[in-house]
Nanobody, 119 residues
Framework: QVQLVESGGGLVQAGGSLRLSCAAS????????ANWYRQVPGKQRELVAT???????NYADSVKGRFTISRDNAKNTVHLQMNSLKPEDTAVYYC?????????????WGQGTQVTVSS
């Protein structure tokens, strides 16, 4: 069974940095595209960053120049480096990835990791 596990969230002051990781485990053939989303209570989940199977990236306007998504194919892991954090970046961050495994190719979600930025 394929699982995505996020880590790296926490409390940081405005202007600080955090690095989120999303590790895929299980019977995996390949990790294809991946995304980071975030959600604030009462609001829709927002797409923050995307990385394709060939490492092309795209970002929400609100995080461009501050966040960097990357991948480590050998470890089936995706990272989100977040710099110059602002209080409005406070949210639960979710990893989403399309993974090919022994049961087929599906989209998977992690459980989420809380990021809190204090002013």
């Amino acid at each position: 069974q394929v699982q995505l596990v996020e880590s790296g969230g926490g409390l940081v002051q405005a202007g600080g940095s955090l690095r989120l990781s999303c590790a895929a485990s299980g019977s995996i053939f390949s990790l294809k595209g991946a995304n980071w989303y975030r959600q604030v209570p009462g609001k829709q989940r927002e797409l923050v960053a995307t990385i394709t199977s060939v490492s092309s990236t795209n970002y929400a306007d609100s995080v461009k120049g501050r966040f960097t998504i990357s991948r480590d194919n050998a470890k089936n892991t995706v990272h989100l480096q977040m710099n110059s954090l602002k209080p409005e970046d406070t949210a639960v961050y979710y990893c989403n990835a399309v993974i090919s495994g022994d049961l087929g190719t599906y989209s998977y979600w992690g459980q989420g990791t809380q990021v809190t930025v204090s002013s």
